[in-house]
């Protein structure tokens, strides 16, 4: 009683309290020293903790000196959102057949055999296309009309699975009927409502998907396109000097502040600025970071793509922090990120069977709309 033993009342309790205190007490036990074993606890033997993981008697020396070292750069960025007009066209007359766009109506089966009865049935004209539609499709490539959706060649070339029957469909006649050709999502019957329309590259709208194209299958193609861009003017600058080489290819420098090496932006440190659209995501950028800390004075790096923006940086400066965090402080941030770290194993961890949300909106939320 009031957290003290009482014999007397230990032998008046049931064995089933006596039972379930024990397991109770084992357990807490047991988890308490799962956590003091991984993260720690106020107990210490001298100045050496009792409990914990070990770690090396440098670690806050390292931790306090890891903002000390600071990089201030030059840059240049290559926007890829800004690609050309002009090289989207000559991509598009280069490769023409992609952008064929056919006028078709497509039913779509599970199974061979349900697909090869519709041709059979529409041979016999015992149905039309469009009733075979409404009747027998999936409507996997189409609207609920049949109406093929994804009308371009390289669009048709992602669905047709055998090269033979893709020249075969795009070869169809004005009012011509396909047999059952193996798709991504079974056997599909192709109609040709008209003749397939041959690409306008004059035309905005047909511009316009052509870059759509690029973005979502050859984005490398852009990217190769500026990376190349980026290495003229890296040589430039390295022939001339920086600013002159902004002038010959009409680019604006951006003076980036110096910033420690640091990884994901650890509170740490100070960190690259990504508010700076070009720099956006750069702190996670491997390549970008090796290639910033990696360079000597006044070196102009090689191009170096972050995001959607090709960067060429040149060290401009290097400086070091005399201030430095206090232990304290880097104790209480450890111990936050050990606690953050648990917290992260354990919620992913497999064998967890998270059930909060169900058991909130089903036993609270319920019962306090009853109320």
Do not use: W
Request: net charge negative; aromatic share 10%; hydrophobic share 35%.
């Amino acid at each position: 009683a009031d957290g003290k033993y009482s014999p007397k009342l230990y032998r008046e309790a049931p064995a089933s309290t006596i039972e379930s205190m024990q397991k109770e007490f084992r357990d807490t036990l047991t988890t308490s020293r799962y956590s003091d074993d991984c993260f720690g606890s106020q107990y210490a033997v001298g100045k050496d903790a009792l409990y914990g993981l070990k770690s090396s008697s440098a670690e806050t020396g390292f931790l306090q000196n890891a903002g000390k070292n600071k990089r201030a750069f030059n840059m240049i960025s290559f926007d890829m959102k800004e690609y050309p007009d002009s090289e989207k066209t000559a991509y598009g007359e280069a490769n023409a057949q992609k952008f064929v766009k056919y006028d078709m109506s497509v039913i779509t089966c599970e199974d061979k055999s349900k697909a090869e009865s519709v041709v059979k049935r529409l041979a016999n004209n015992e149905i039309k296309f469009a009733d075979a539609v409404g009747e027998y499709s999936k409507k996997t490539y189409s609207n609920e009309n049949g109406k093929l959706a994804n009308a371009y060649y390289y669009q048709l070339e992602k669905i047709i699975k055998n090269a033979d029957d893709l020249k075969a469909v795009t070869e169809l006649s004005k009012g011509a009927t396909s047999k059952a050709v193996e798709t991504n999502e079974g056997f599909s019957i192709f109609y040709a409502d008209n003749d397939a329309g041959q690409p306008d590259f004059t035309n905005d709208a047909t511009i316009k998907d052509v870059y759509s194209y690029l973005n979502t299958y050859e984005a490398g193609h852009i990217e190769d396109y500026y990376t190349t861009m980026a290495k003229d003017f890296a040589a430039a600058a390295s022939a001339k000097s920086f600013d002159e080489a902004c002038v010959q290819f009409n680019l604006t420098k951006t003076e980036v502040a110096a910033f420690p090496l640091n990884y994901g932006s650890v509170s740490l440190a100070p960190s690259v600025d990504t508010k700076t659209a070009a720099l956006s995501g750069a702190d996670t950028n491997e390549n970008f970071l090796k290639t910033a800390f990696a360079l000597k004075q006044n070196e102009i790096s090689v191009p170096v793509v972050n995001g959607k923006n090709v960067l060429v940086l040149q060290l401009t400066g290097e400086t070091t922090e005399e201030t430095t965090p206090e232990s304290s402080v880097l104790k209480s941030e450890i111990i936050n990120y050990d606690q953050s770290s648990a917290s992260v194993a354990l919620m992913k961890s497999p064998k967890l069977e998270n059930n909060l949300t169900s058991v909130f909106f089903n036993n609270f939320m319920k019962n306090g709309t009853q109320e």
